[in-house]
């Protein structure tokens, strides 16, 4: 570390890794979309294109020891938290290689070494979870920080407040990430929400809260760091709204009915990746040769992910119900 | 605990006070142990069945929450996997239900979905049933929703050895366990073994044994199976009472032998019939014993009907001793 904790890094190759991370997730996801089609995936898939600086601005910024909460968009917290792509794309393809074992699928990916939480499929499911997770930690002495990532539509849950209020309440290490996309599914924040500044509904709890261009990864990293530092000092939680735009579809079903296409061609120039590499190369702190390097490096990265997904097994059939219930040895 | 008889010897104890050692059992044994729900701590429990533990333990280990049933016990969720060992208390099962994505969508999924890698050895303690003129919004019966879900394990201690003994056992499980306590057996008085402790949570118990019915049932019925059992016997019909104990998984092995020795069997629960967890217990019946029965099932559920304030309407509502004396007869071909 070359900076203090709250303050952001801005050596070159720092500047680099945060390319490559958010180049990694939207080549991956890339790659998903295309196995999407030749039904190689299935289910729900919902891509983070568009959200990537987020992920890759915050999570870096946490220590090991902290814990993740994330959502069912959540393949590039997996991938930046350090799950392996290889048993990142075998979870899609539902192989028991996959970090779930198979058994969860794109929306609900774990990893217990990086504890990484999982994908939680219910839209305010994860929050209770979170103050679960951090109010384990306090009362154990533990500095441990609990990063809870949800999306504005879960503003509009019960839990979302309940969670909000018990963090505040108890004094709880949460640093809660509202992923602001402006749509819950297809519903425009302004149909959903009354308030729609949504950094100002932490207020009513008494937490500490910023909104942030959630598209400048530059920006997040800043504004995590001081979130992050603000948790661990104090003990107590702070929220983070990062405001960004989903480029694709909610999920491969979604016709995207409720926008227009021009409103996603205003948003798209904006989006991170570009925005950033142009960024850097006008601080010439980044030859167009780089970011050749950094995409090659990434798609042998994925094309082994593949192979490995593909040379993947299937689990037997006769396994259909184990693990419903813990065998001997199984973590309590 | 502070119980002077000898450690052979048996003491004057209420279902609330069996409890009540549980709870103090286990936070002295486990110090991940802690009690959190709507006032546990300085209003002593809904049914004041913590009363006292806030100042033995403090406000950290029995904590008060906010009325945020699927907050703090989605919290529960959590620390359970992180390593502590939670006791959510939900004052009624009526009021768990706002907490029931956590217990169904979190809970009993995340062992299965994160393929092995998260436990979450949480106990969620709530009061069920009626009898006590509380109206048609604390006083339903609906454990045996919970125990069609598979991934947790549910309880109704039904005696006070239950009581006592079951908490500590299901500490020990690193599933999720719902225990279910009858809120009219808080006040239900017997003696106890002063050494009283933990009990095995995965058998049925056969409370009576008799030859001709069997009268298969749990929780707050059991009393009134017994009683009718009671009646029965005057009459010269001697019926076996089966004390489910676990409502999930279900002691198959219990329930077919009983069947096999008496060939009839009525089905006591005071769920609603409709998709009642009698009707499972019926069918796993047919399924597994049906050569051995020389008479139709017989069931005694509530009324289909949101239960009612007026004492006389609540009684008509519920499984009451007569009825089951009836189903009983009627399974015998008796009037």
Redesign the interface.
């Known amino acids: 570390m070359t900076a203090s904790a709250d303050k952001p890094r801005l050596s070159r190759e720092h500047m680099l890794d945060l390319l490559r991370q958010m180049i990694r997730i939207r080549r991956f996801e890339d790659k998903c979309a295309e196995l999407y089609t030749q039904e190689k995936i299935r289910g729900f898939l919902h891509l983070y294109d568009g959200e990537e600086a987020i992920a890759v601005g915050v999570i870096p910024v946490l220590e090991k020891r902290d814990?993740i909460v994330a959502t069912y968009r959540e393949h590039g917290h997996a991938l930046v938290r350090g799950v392996p792509m290889t048993t990142v794309m075998a979870e899609m393809y539902g192989k028991q290689e996959?970090?779930?074992?198979?058994?969860?699928g794109s929306m609900?990916l774990?990893?217990?070494t990086t504890n990484f939480?999982?994908g939680?499929a219910?839209v305010g499911?994860g929050?209770?979870?979170?103050?679960?997770?951090?109010?384990?930690?306090k009362?154990?002495g533990n500095n441990v920080v609990t990063a809870c990532f949800f999306g504005e539509g879960a503003v509009a849950e019960?839990?979302f407040h309940?969670?909000l209020?018990?963090a505040a309440?108890w004094g709880l290490p949460v640093l809660f990430v509202c992923e602001n996309n402006l749509y819950a599914m297809g519903t425009a924040l302004a149909l959903s929400e009354s308030e729609m500044d949504i950094q100002h509904k932490a207020a009513c709890y008494r937490i500490a809260a910023e909104a942030v261009d959630g598209m400048d990864v530059v920006a997040v990293e800043a504004a995590a760091r001081r979130a992050v530092h603000t948790v661990r000092e104090s003990g107590k939680p702070y929220f983070l709204e990062c405001r960004t735009y989903r480029l694709r579809p909610h999920s491969m079903f979604d016709p995207q009915l409720y926008r227009d296409k021009a409103e996603v061609e205003k948003w798209r120039p904006n989006e991170p990746i570009v925005r950033f590499k142009e960024w850097l190369q006008s601080n010439h702190m980044i030859h167009p040769d780089e970011v050749s390097r950094i995409e090659a490096e990434v798609d042998a990265e994925i094309a082994a992910a593949v192979a490995f997904a593909e040379a993947g097994t299937w689990e037997p059939v006769e396994q259909l119900?184990?693990?419903?219930?813990?065998?001997i040895g199984?973590?309590? | 605990m502070q119980d002077q008889t000898a450690q052979s010897g048996t003491k004057e104890i209420t279902y609330r006070e069996a409890v009540r050692e549980a709870l103090r059992d286990a936070l002295k044994r486990d110090s991940r142990v802690f009690l959190m729900g709507e006032d546990v701590g300085r209003y002593g429990g809904c049914y004041a069945v913590s009363h006292g533990l806030l100042a033995e333990f403090g406000p950290e280990r029995i904590r008060d929450t906010p009325l945020s049933e699927s907050g703090f016990t989605g919290a529960g969720i959590g620390a359970a996997m992180a390593g502590l060992r939670p006791i959510v208390e939900v004052m009624t099962v009526n009021f768990s239900l706002l907490a029931l994505d956590q217990i169904l969508n979190t809970a009993a999924t995340v062992r299965h979905m994160s393929g092995n890698q998260f436990g979450v050895p949480v106990v969620i303690r709530m009061a069920t049933g009626a009898g006590r003129q509380l109206a048609a919004q604390h006083s339903h019966s609906l454990e045996g929703w919970y125990a069609h879900i598979p991934g947790i394990k549910v309880l109704a201690p039904a005696t006070l050895e239950d009581a006592r003994g079951m908490l500590w056992t299901a500490l020990q499980d690193p599933e999720p366990v719902l225990i279910f306590e009858n809120d009219m057996m808080y006040n239900l008085a017997g003696k106890l073994a002063a050494d009283a402790g933990p009990v095995d949570i995965s058998k049925a118990a056969v409370r009576r044994s008799g030859r001709d019915v069997s009268l298969i049932t749990y929780g707050g019925s059991l009393w009134k199976t017994l009683e009718a059992a009671t009646a029965l016997a005057t009459e010269g019909i001697e019926a076996e009472v089966i004390d489910l104990r676990s409502l999930r998984p279900l002691d198959d092995a219990t329930i077919m032998a009983s069947v096999a020795k008496t060939r009839r069997a009525v089905i006591v629960d005071e769920g609603w019939r409709s998709g009642s967890l009698a009707a499972e217990i019926g069918m796993r019946i047919v399924e597994q014993s049906f050569w051995s029965l020389d008479a139709p099932i017989g069931r005694v559920c509530s009324e289909e009907v949101p239960v009612p304030y007026p004492r006389h309407l609540e009684i008509a509502a519920l499984p009451q001793a007569p009825k089951i004396v009836a189903a009983a007869k009627a399974a015998l071909g008796r009037k």
């Open positions: 814990r996959g970090c779930s074992h198979g058994r969860g609900h774990f990893d217990k939480h999982g939680n219910i499911g929050l209770p979870l979170a103050i679960g997770l951090a109010l384990a930690e009362m154990q019960g839990e309940e969670s209020n018990l309440l119900t184990r693990f419903t219930y813990a065998e199984s973590p309590a």
